[in-house]
C-alpha cells in the first residue's frame, strides 16, 4: 500500500490448471459408520471441492462403492465375479449423486457421467463432453468405473486422467502419503516424500493397482497421495504445498 513502507505479497496461485480427485467410497462413511454415506462428511468434500473450485481449477472427481459394496469382496464370499463387479459400479453411481447434490447446494454446476447407460440419472461418458463441462466450469463426477469388470476405480481414475488431460491424479486416503509400512499397524513406518512410478512397482507399494499405476507411467500422469481427513488438503496440493507423496518419473526415494 502506498505511504505505509510495506510490500504487498501476491498470494500463489494454484500450480494445477484440471485435476482428477480420486475418492474411494470408504471416504464417505465418515468416523462412526461402517457402511452406507455419512452426508456431514460428503458436505465436507463438497466444501474442500468448492475451495478449490473457487480458485478456478477444473476439477473432475472419480468416485468408488467400497461404502456400499466392493465387487471383489464380494466375489470371495460366493458371487459371481463379473455381477459382483457391476454391482460396485451402481454403488458408484449412488455415491456420484450424493456427491452431486452436495455440490449443488453449494451452488456449484455440476454433472454427472457414467460408464454405464442410465440417461435418467447421468449423462454418458464422452470425454469431450467432459472436458467442454470443465472448461465451462462445471464440476465433472465421473461414475460406474470403466464400465467393465475386473477393473478398479483406481485404474477408472488413471484412465480418465488421460482421457481428459488432466495434469495431475490426486489420491485421497486416510493418510499423509506412501509408507514404508502400514502406518496403522507399524510405528516405525516412515513417510516417503517422492516416489518413481519403478519404485512403486518394485517396492510392492500399496498406491493403486499395477494396471492403474503403469497407465499413469504410460501417460506420464503424476499422482499425490494424500489426506483427504485433513482440513484444507485438496487445496494445499493445488498450491504446490509438499504435502503427501508425490509419484513421477524423478522420484527420489525418500
Same mark, same amino acid.
Given at each position: 500500500?502506498?505511504?505505509?513502507? +510495506?510490500?504487498?505479497?501476491?498470494?500463489?496461485g494454484p500450480?494445477?490448471?484440471?485435476? !482428477? *480427485?480420486? *475418492?474411494?467410497?470408504?471416504?464417505?462413511?465418515?468416523?462412526?459408520? /461402517?457402511?452406507? !454415506?455419512?452426508?456431514? %462428511?460428503?458436505r465436507?468434500?463438497?466444501?474442500?471441492?468448492?475451495?478449490?473450485h473457487?480458485?478456478?481449477?477444473?476439477?473432475?472427481?472419480?468416485? &468408488?462403492? @467400497?461404502?456400499?459394496?466392493?465387487?471383489v $469382496?464380494?466375489?470371495?464370499? @460366493?458371487?459371481?465375479?463379473?455381477?459382483?463387479?457391476?454391482?460396485?459400479m451402481l454403488?458408484?453411481?449412488?455415491?456420484? +449423486?450424493?456427491?452431486?447434490?452436495? +455440490?449443488?447446494r #453449494?451452488?456449484? $454446476?455440476?454433472?454427472? $457421467?457414467?460408464?454405464?447407460?442410465?440417461?435418467?440419472?447421468?449423462?454418458?461418458? !464422452?470425454?469431450?463432453?467432459?472436458?467442454?463441462?470443465l472448461?465451462?466450469?462445471?464440476?465433472?463426477?465421473?461414475?460406474a468405473?470403466t464400465?467393465?469388470?475386473?477393473? /478398479?476405480?483406481d485404474? /477408472?481414475?488413471?484412465?480418465?486422467?488421460?482421457?481428459i488431460?488432466?495434469?495431475?491424479l490426486?489420491?485421497?486416503?486416510?493418510?499423509d @502419503?506412501?509408507? %514404508?509400512?502400514?502406518?496403522?499397524?507399524?510405528?516405525?513406518?516412515?513417510?516417503?516424500?517422492?516416489?518413481?512410478?519403478?519404485?512403486?512397482?518394485?517396492?510392492?507399494l500399496?498406491?493403486?493397482?499395477? /494396471?492403474?499405476?503403469?497407465?499413469?507411467?504410460?501417460? &506420464?500422469?503424476?499422482?499425490?497421495?494424500?489426506? +483427504?481427513l485433513?482440513e484444507?488438503? !485438496?487445496?494445499?496440493?493445488? #498450491?504446490?504445498?509438499?504435502?503427501?507423496?508425490r509419484?513421477?518419473?524423478q522420484?527420489? &526415494?525418500?
Amino acid at each position: 500500500m502506498a505511504g505505509t513502507g +510495506l510490500v504487498e505479497t501476491e498470494e500463489p496461485g494454484p500450480i494445477y490448471s484440471r485435476i !482428477i *480427485l480420486k *475418492l474411494s467410497g470408504e471416504a464417505l462413511l465418515g468416523h462412526q459408520s /461402517t457402511f452406507g !454415506i455419512h452426508h456431514g %462428511t460428503v458436505r465436507r468434500i463438497a466444501q474442500e471441492i468448492g475451495k478449490v473450485h473457487a480458485r478456478g481449477v477444473e476439477v473432475a472427481v472419480v468416485i &468408488g462403492g @467400497g461404502n456400499i459394496v466392493r465387487g471383489v $469382496q464380494a466375489s470371495t464370499e @460366493g458371487l459371481d465375479r463379473v455381477a459382483a463387479d457391476y454391482m460396485g459400479m451402481l454403488a458408484t453411481v449412488i455415491n456420484a +449423486l450424493a456427491l452431486r447434490d452436495a +455440490l449443488e447446494r #453449494l451452488d456449484l $454446476q455440476t454433472r454427472v $457421467q457414467s460408464a454405464i447407460a442410465m440417461q435418467q440419472v447421468a449423462e454418458p461418458f !464422452i470425454p469431450r463432453r467432459a472436458i467442454r463441462h470443465l472448461e465451462k466450469g462445471r464440476v465433472v463426477i465421473l461414475a460406474a468405473g470403466t464400465g467393465n469388470p475386473f477393473f /478398479t476405480t483406481d485404474t /477408472t481414475a488413471a484412465l480418465r486422467a488421460a482421457e481428459i488431460g488432466a495434469d495431475v491424479l490426486l489420491k485421497a486416503t486416510k493418510v499423509d @502419503g506412501i509408507y %514404508t509400512a502400514d502406518p496403522l499397524k507399524d510405528p516405525a513406518a516412515t513417510r516417503l516424500h517422492h516416489l518413481s512410478y519403478m519404485d512403486v512397482l518394485n517396492r510392492h507399494l500399496e498406491v493403486m493397482d499395477n /494396471t492403474a499405476l503403469t497407465l499413469c507411467m504410460d501417460n &506420464g500422469m503424476p499422482i499425490i497421495v494424500f489426506n +483427504l481427513l485433513a482440513e484444507g488438503s !485438496i487445496e494445499r496440493v493445488v #498450491l504446490g504445498e509438499d504435502i503427501g507423496t508425490r509419484v513421477d518419473f524423478q522420484g527420489e &526415494g525418500s
